[in-house]
Structures are given as C-alpha cells and as structure tokens.
Antibody
Framework: QAQLVQSGAEVKKPGASVKVSCKAS????????ITWVRQAPGHGLEWMAR????????NYAQKFQDRVTLTIDTSTTTAYMELRSLRSDDTAVYYC???????????WGQGTLVTVSS | DIQLTQSPSSLSASVGDRITITCRAS??????LAWYQQKPGKAPNLLLY???RLESGVPSRFSGSGSGTDYTLTISSLQPEDFATYYC??????????FGQGTRLEIK
C-alpha cells in the first residue's frame, strides 16, 4: 500500500530556508511524480510544484518559481522541497502527494507545519 | 491559468440529506477533475477522479458528474463522518494544477 511520510514540524525565522522531506514506500518510486501542495491556516489548498520520480524533472507554479527547489533521492525513495527566503505568509502546512494518472493526487503525506516567526 | 469556482462556500445539512456541490472551471477541462474530502487537522483524501470515477474504498453515496466547465459532487445520504471540507482540483494540461476554494459542509 502506497504511503508518504513527511518530516516533522519546523520553526524558522524570516529570511531563512526550510527543507521538508517526503519518504515514499509501498510502490515503485520512479513510476510516479510527487507533487507539493500547501495550506495556510484557515485557507484552501495551493499547488506549488511537482517532480518526476523517474528523472527528477520539476515544474513550478509561477508564484514559487524563484524560491522553491524540488529534488529526489531514488536510492532512499525520498522527495525534498526546499523553500527559501521565508516570510511570515509562508506559515502553512506543506503536503506531498503522489501524482496519479494525468494528475490527481493520492495518497497524501500527513503534512508538515512550517511556522515562520521572528 | 484555469480557475475553479466552487459553490456554495459553506453548506449546512442534516444526516440523511442529499447535497450537491458545484465546481465551475474557467474553460473546458474535459473531465480532468478530482474531488477531495478534508477533515480538520488531516490531509485531503481523494474521493473521485476523471469527474465521475469513484476511488477504491470510497462509499457509493459519493458520486460525481459533469462535463465541459461544470461539475458536481453529490452525496446521496449524508452520514455523520461526511461533515468536512470538500475541494475540487483540475488537471487539464498542467502545470499548473488548481484547486477550488473549498466547500465547508456543516451539521445543521
């Protein structure tokens, strides 16, 4: 059964960077892409970026193009999302999810709360 | 980018009611639509994809329909565990992917 397990909560100061991990198991990692979605407190879901589990090619939402980098490590079946130059409005729960078929997302990781505060 | 507009943004209903949530896209998305349920403090859970295909393990009281720009999620007989927030998501010619703003379903 496919499962994604994310790293734990982080507290960062404005201007810092954060790197969230997403460990995949129960399926062939290189066959699917991993996508990242965030949710600010009390708000909806916002797509950030996705990365191929096969060749590491990534696509980014225009809003995050300059501040986000996605990477994968196929040897450990882990995907990573790094967000730089953090601001207070980056405070959110960050989710990874497996991209199925043409692009629906299942399953999802449990989420990682990133708090940006001075 | 394709925009998705869900309606209503919130809805009060009772156990046993039949409810419908609408998702309207800014252009034809050729049935490239998924629906998710999210409960407080939890990750979203896939309910349907390709507008009307029920994900394995999802109760049959959930159904989806639509075409072109207009899509609906119907719950035929609300159960207590169905009170949650629901999101639609389009995946027509990504990136980007986009989500609707969500519909909060509350107990009346």
């Amino acid at each position: 059964q496919a499962q994604l397990v994310q790293s734990g909560a982080e507290v960062k100061k404005p201007g810092a960077s954060v790197k969230v991990s997403c460990k995949a198991s129960g399926y062939m990692f290189t066959t699917y892409a991993i996508t990242w979605v965030r949710q600010a407190p009390g708000h909806g879901l916002e797509w950030m970026a996705r990365i191929s589990g096969y060749n590491g090619n990534a696509n980014y939402a225009q809003k995050f193009q300059d501040r986000v980098t996605l990477t994968i490590d196929t040897s450990t079946t882990t995907a990573y999302m790094e967000l730089r130059s953090l601001r207070s409005d980056d405070t959110a729960v960050y989710y990874c999810a497996r991209a199925q078929g043409s692009g629906w997302f299942d399953p999802w990781g449990q989420g990682t709360l990133v708090t940006v505060s001075s | 980018d394709i925009q998705l507009t869900q309606s209503p943004s919130s809805l009060s209903a009772s156990v046993g009611d039949r409810i419908t949530i609408t998702c309207r896209a800014s252009q034809d998305i050729r049935n490239s639509l998924a629906w998710y349920q999210q409960k407080p403090g939890k990750a979203p859970n896939l309910l349907l994809y390709a507008a009307s295909r029920l994900e394995s393990g999802v109760p049959s009281r959930f159904s989806g329909s639509g075409s072109g720009t207009d899509y609906t999620l119907t719950i035929s007989s609300l159960q207590p565990e169905d009170f949650a927030t629901y999101y639609c998501q389009q995946y027509f010619n990504p990136p980007p992917y986009t989500f609707g703003q969500g519909t909060r379903l509350e107990i009346k």
